[in-house]
């Protein structure tokens, strides 16, 4: 299940950040993304070994599980697809984003299917 969830989560961040970054930051956007992702997973195991032996594993269990319910829900109301939604976009960042998308619509307006 875990693996099944996770599968999309490479694709679906580079989506976001192509949607949300301008185009000559997005490499640095993209390994800030990739290191965080491995600096999590160089961690968590000795955090989550130190939790079992303080509140068992179905503590930790519970624990991680409330953790993952409680990022979900922030990410879901802080999150939007399209940053022209977001209330705390600024109208300079509106512009970029806005920028891209024209230009990533024109693109595809040129070549469908095949860019």
Known sequence: MLGFGEGATFPVST???SDWTP???RAFAQEITHASVR???ALTPPLVARLIVAVTW???FIFLGIISVAWVIAWALYFRDDPGDHPD?????WSACRAMQLERREKKRRCPGSC
């Open 15 to 17: 989506r976001a950040m």
């Open 23 to 25: 185009k000559e930051e």
């Open 39 to 41: 600096l999590g997973n």
């Open 58 to 60: 179905r503590g930790s």
């Open 89 to 93: 976009i600024t109208p300079l960042n």
